[in-house]
């Protein structure tokens, strides 16, 4: 059910819920309020961000910083988009274990032992099904997942830009 969306709407739906199931959570938003619509599936991309949200509490976080910018020539799976827009969901949990940082979003890995493994498996699968990326890095922020959307192609590939270089 692709559509134009709001993700600050999105992003406050998901606000509520958590507030809902944990009523201690601290969650901040930083949104970019010149932020514009994009085009994708909102169940979709929904359950994609309550994926993050709720491993992040399963990982002991006890903050979340939900925080959304424009990113401009980033290059995703299909190429260089010259500008997408970037969800960061930012949590000060315990984090992902440094023997799964390089199998993160394979299917049936997980940190937990009652954990299947499909939810970040699904989760970059349905950021790729938009176009765009799902990443991880360990940050002085704390543990960052960033959800990348393009919003304007470019028509160089990557390795159009890289031999492109000096």
């Known amino acids: ?85 970037r969800v960061d969901v930012i949590d000060n949990g315990s984090g992902v274990p440094r023997r799964l940082e390089d199998v993160l979003f394979q299917p049936l890995v997980s940190g937990r032992a009652d954990g299947t493994g499909l939810g970040l498996a699904l989760a970059r699968e349905t950021a790729c099904d938009h176009g765009g990326d799902l990443r991880h890095a360990k940050t002085d922020e704390g543990t960052v997942f960033t959800l990348y959307l393009p919003l304007e192609r470019c028509d160089a590939r990557p390795m159009d830009l890289m031999e492109a270089s000096p």
């Open 1 to 85: 059910r692709l559509g134009m969306l709001n993700l600050h709407e999105v992003l406050e739906r998901i606000r509520r819920l958590m507030l809902a199931q944990v009523p201690h959570l601290d969650i901040a938003e930083d949104y970019d309020p010149s932020l514009p619509g994009v085009q994708g599936d909102v169940d979709r991309l929904q359950q994609l961000l309550l994926n993050l949200t709720r491993n992040a509490v399963e990982a002991g976080a006890t903050s979340l910083r939900l925080r959304t910018r424009v990113a401009h020539r980033v290059a995703l799976p299909t190429g260089i988009v010259r500008a997408a827009v």
